[in-house]
């Protein structure tokens, strides 16, 4: 195991001047609104920007918000000596460098509830749109056919749908599934409680079996790298369809292209592919183009009006509550710490090396400058030690200080 790259100790962050807020990709307004309200100095950009330029651009910001295009690698980070938090307004966070981050003392957070429905209704449009061939019928009338056939074309009404990935999206989406009369069962490799006639499997191959559609519903890790192949595919059922609105590594396209050339699957709705263009004005090619009974679909599985409000509200907030009170609860990469606040005290937040005997310089530094502790919080990771500590007003700056120039320190600010 490589030994983690430390940046050099830090100078406390300053609260005494507005912070910087840099928003890429067209993050809802909503967002903007929230941090504004705050006094936070908000900039907008519309696209994604490369690493490069986005390592130009975070000099003295000290909020980032992202979605799903750009990427943050570790090299970005290395004059983002401001940068508190990184806000990614969306589900997945693949697209930042995690490890580097949770080693700058950068908590990252995200979305994971606020394009549950939109996801999940979009699923359900698909497993109509797919049994029905209406995307064929579709484009057969627009070209001037007319084919009226019931061939291959069903009701969802008794069908059975198994979800792989019994998380937010997938439990909601069986509840939904339900209400149409399709039987529901599910695949997680965590143990989850069923919602309504909802049923798991043991096996990921008994759910291949059952299934008459099957949605893919989980994380791009690498135990679900190419989790669905020829193999997997060979297993589904005769004519079944395949839905995935989860992440784009997770299927193998050429095999997929296969198995429905072969008619082996009556149909598939992809979202995701493991290339996809950094801006709407490029190009796209795939090997699932001009299939029958086929739905291609942008990355527009959480892309509502009502989705990206919510994601916006919910993401700006927990930035905020990060740089208010230094709240980490939901940071996908970072210790887990939310403490209330004291009045009448100062909070120092500081993230440092996680090895033995900090914690005790710290209290000396404390003990020597007579201040007087009325909270104190730490919890750890393999890499960092995240520091919750309420003092004093009056000797909170000479505290800051001194731990900021301890030889362990990663990250330190004072909230007041």
């Known amino acids: 195991m490589s030994t983690p790259r430390f940046p050099n100790p830090s100078t406390p962050i300053s609260n005494k001047v507005p912070l910087r807020v840099l928003l890429l990709e067209n993050i ?39 979605r799903s295009k750009t990427n943050v690698p570790e090299r970005a ?53 797919l049994t029905r061939q209406l995307f064929d019928r579709s484009r057969e009338v627009h070209t001037g056919q007319w084919r009226k056939v019931a061939t291959g074309s069903h009701e969802v009404r008794g069908k059975t749908l198994g979800i792989i990935g019994y998380g937010h999206i997938g439990s909601q989406l069986g509840v939904l599934a339900e209400s149409l009369g399709l039987r529901v069962i599910y695949y997680d490799v965590m143990t989850k409680l069923p919602l309504g006639n909802t049923r798991s499997v043991a096996t990921l191959d008994e759910l291949l079996a059952e299934s008459d559609f099957i949605t893919l519903h989980v994380p791009a890790t690498p135990s679900t790298h190419m989790m669905f192949g020829a193999a997997e595919l060979a297993k589904m059922k005769k004519g079944a369809c395949l839905i995935n609105a989860s992440r784009g590594t997770v299927v193998d396209i050429p ?40 739905v291609l679909t942008p990355h527009i599985g959480g892309s509502t009006e009502e989705a990206q409000e919510s994601i916006g509200r919910e993401v700006a907030t927990s930035l905020i509550k990060f740089v208010r009170t230094g709240a980490t609860t939901g940071a996908v990469n970072f210790p887990q710490v939310e403490v209330p606040l004291i009045a009448g005290t100062h909070r120092i937040l500081n ?11 710290i209290n000396r530094i404390v003990s020597d400058l007579n201040a007087n502790i009325h909270a104190q919080v730490l919890n750890t990771d393999s890499n960092i030690g995240y520091l919750v500590m309420d003092l004093d007003q009056d000797v909170s700056g000479p505290v800051c200080d001194a731990i900021a120039a301890l030889n362990t320190d990663i990250k330190t600010r004072i909230v007041s």
Do not use: W
Request: hydrophobic share 45%; charged share 20%.
């Open 255 to 294: 095999a997929l292209a296969r198995a429905l050339h072969s008619k082996h699957l009556g149909g598939a709705a992809v979202d995701v592919y493991p290339e996809e263009p950094e801006t709407n004005s490029d190009g796209f090619v795939t090997e699932l183009q001009n299939l029958p009974n086929v």
């Open 351 to 361: 993230v440092h090396r996680n090895i033995p005997g900090v914690l005790r310089d």
């Open 77 to 129: 980070l290395a004059h983002a000596e401001n940068l508190l938090a990184i806000g990614a307004f969306c589900i997945g966070t693949n697209q930042i460098d995690l490890k580097a981050t949770n080693i700058h003392g950068v908590p990252c957070f995200n979305a994971p509830f606020s394009n549950t429905r939109s996801v999940a209704e979009m699923v359900i449009a698909e497993i109509i749109v």
């Open 28 to 66: 809802h307004a909503s967002a903007e609104r929230l941090l504004a309200a705050e006094g936070f100095q908000v900039e907008r950009v519309p696209g994604a920007l490369k690493p490069e330029e986005l390592a130009e651009r975070l000099k003295g910001v000290h909020l980032l918000g992202i």
